[in-house]
């Protein structure tokens, strides 16, 4: 079956530090994978998708960056937090029939 | 790309009630528009979908329709109950398997 795993589930982290979020699915190949950040009680806001390894492709400019060093690997990164960076943030992979999301990381910079 | 818009942005009805979701996307090459719940502090689900070669779809309580002429797609749920009030996310999937999810709405049910 279809499985999609994000860790960690929380993090609270000080403005400054860095920050490496991990997505990975299992039960598929080459899928197109993507991040997505859910500000408090807001909607979806695309930030990065790759449709293969080593593929990023950037939404909105940000601090933020994204990297697929596997085919079912999506890893979002920042070398320094903003306090704006907070959110609820899923990882997602579209792969026939539908798309699925993971659990989601929720973030909270302090 | 794909461009999806989603209305409206909150939604109150009363326990009972029906309630109506409308989405519209640009892309006429999308072909795939499934709905997904987010209930609070969780990832969204997927609760129904419609594929473009179909114009409505039903799953007890709930319904999609599709209108490709128009390119719009709306989600119908009939009877509302307190446990439907959750974030609702239409999408829109092309040939190129790129899916694309509108801005989402907050569907309150009052009982």
């Known amino acids: 079956s279809q499985t999609i795993h994000q860790w960690p589930a929380t993090l609270v982290q000080p403005v400054g530090s860095p920050l490496s979020l991990e997505c990975t699915v299992e039960?598929?190949?080459?899928?197109?994978l993507y991040w997505y950040r859910q500000a408090a009680g807001r909607g979806l806001q695309l930030l990065f998708y790759?449709?293969?390894?080593?593929?990023i492709s950037s939404e909105v400019p940000q601090n933020l960056s994204a990297s697929r060093p596997q085919d079912r690997q999506f890893i979002l990164s920042s070398k320094k937090l903003l306090l704006s960076d907070s959110g609820f943030y899923l990882c997602?992979?579209?792969?026939?029939?539908?798309?699925?999301f993971g659990p989601g990381t929720r973030l909270t910079v302090l | 790309g794909e461009n999806v818009e989603q209305h409206p942005s909150t939604l109150s009805v009363q326990e009972g009630d029906s309630a109506v979701i409308k989405c519209t996307y640009s892309?006429?090459?999308?072909?795939?528009f499934p709905w997904y719940k987010q209930e609070l502090g969780k990832g969204p689900q997927l609760i129904i979908d419609?594929?473009?070669?179909?114009g409505e779809k039903k799953d007890q309580r709930i319904a999609v329709t599709l209108n490709k002429t128009a390119k719009h797609f709306s989600l119908h749920i009939t009877e509302t109950q307190p446990e439907d009030s959750a974030v609702y996310f239409c999408?829109?999937?092309?040939?190129?398997?790129?899916?694309?999810f509108g801005a989402g709405t907050r569907l309150t049910v009052k009982p």
């Open positions: 997602a992979w579209s792969s026939p029939p539908s798309a699925v």
């Open positions: 790759s449709v293969g390894i080593g593929q």
């Open positions: 039960g598929t190949s080459n899928p197109n």
């Open positions: 999408a829109a999937r092309n040939n190129n398997n790129d899916m694309r």
């Open positions: 892309d006429s090459a999308s072909n795939y």
């Open positions: 419609i594929r473009s070669n179909v």
